[in-house]
């Protein structure tokens, strides 16, 4: 089975912090995703990867960066946490046949 | 920019009973995916059935189906015979073929309640 692992289940930090949340797949998949979960709005597209040091914004980049030295790793970097970026964050890997693998999301609280 | 639309943000429905939920999108190509998603409390996202437009025939898996009405852009799910392990978020995604990084736009979920 495809696994995709995020680091922290749950993540509390203070506003201006600089904040990594790591995502790992372990199929060899060439592109990856960040995805921002909130009520009423369901997922949105930070960023994305489709190969090592690759790398797209996607809908709401703002406040984002992302890194992708391995093409197991992909990481989610807020450069300084503020409030409006408490969320859940889902990072998925895509395999044959169009079919995402999700990781099972980082709840983030910036205080 | 593709849009996808889920109007109900709750349904609840009977243990055994069927619910419909309904997404609709806005898109310019002819050829894409569709797909329903269901988000359980343990938050892991679970793909229920995926559709692809160029296909007539509508997809079902189990006891779920969808009704793929290509020209109205829609594509709901039907649940029937509901189970209490049916409870859960339910997101409808589109996918552009060949797009780069094959992404998912997502509509805004419809949580459903399935009481015994």
């Known amino acids: 089975d495809v696994k995709v692992t995020q680091s922290s289940r749950y993540l509390v930090k203070r506003t201006g912090e600089k904040v990594f949340l790591e995502c790992v797949q372990d199929?060899?998949?060439?592109?990856m995703f960040w995805y921002r979960q909130d009520p009423g709005l369901g997922l949105r597209l930070i960023y994305f990867s489709y190969d090592v040091k690759m790398k797209e914004k996607g809908d709401i980049p703002e406040g984002y960066s992302v890194s992708r030295e391995k093409k197991e790793r992909f990481s989610l970097i807020l450069e300084s946490a503020s409030t409006n970026q408490t969320s859940m964050y889902l990072c998925?890997?895509?395999?044959?046949?169009?079919?995402?693998?999700f990781g099972s999301g980082t709840q983030l609280s910036v205080l | 920019a593709q849009t996808v639309t889920q109007s109900q943000p709750e349904m609840s429905v009977q243990e055994a009973e069927t619910v419909t939920l309904s997404c609709t999108y806005d898109?310019?190509?002819?050829?894409?995916?569709l797909f329903w998603y269901k988000q359980p409390p343990s938050r892991q996202m679970i793909l229920v059935i995926r559709q692809e437009a160029y296909k007539q025939q509508n997809a079902t898996e189990n006891r779920f189906s969808v009704n793929f009405q290509k020209a109205a852009k829609s594509f709901s799910l039907k649940i029937s015979d509901s189970q209490l392990g049916d409870t859960a978020m339910y997101f409808c995604a589109f996918m552009k073929t060949k797009a780069a990084g094959n992404k998912l736009t997502f509509g805004g979920g419809t949580r459903v309640l399935v009481k015994p």
């Open positions: 898109t310019s190509e002819n050829n894409y995916y």
């Open positions: 199929m060899d998949h060439e592109n």
């Open positions: 998925a890997s895509i395999g044959g046949r169009e079919k995402l693998f």
